[in-house]
């Protein structure tokens, strides 16, 4: 089973936390942050949404940054997914 996002939607999968922090101190997994670094899974074909064109410039493995509370969570085949709008997107890491 894949999952297909529509309209302007992106699919995106969380890039692992670190597990210590600078200076060596290990982690608890309770203490980490949920990551805002994703890349692109998927992305939606576009088109008009809300009577506005929109135009996709996401791409299947961009990495980006995505708000800590934004998208609905999914889960498929044991694997943990986000699908975001490309609104809620706020950068793309180069």
Known sequence: ??????????????????????????????AQEKP????????GPGGVVDGNEV???LKPGDRIIVGKYAGTQVKLDNEEYTLVKQSDVLAIVE
């Open 1 to 30: 089973m894949t999952i297909k996002p529509v309209e302007d939607r992106v699919l995106i999968k969380a890039v692992e936390a670190e597990e210590t922090t600078k200076s060596g101190i290990i982690l608890a997994a309770s």
């Open 36 to 43: 805002s670094i994703a890349e692109v899974v998927a992305v």
């Open 55 to 57: 135009k996709m410039y």
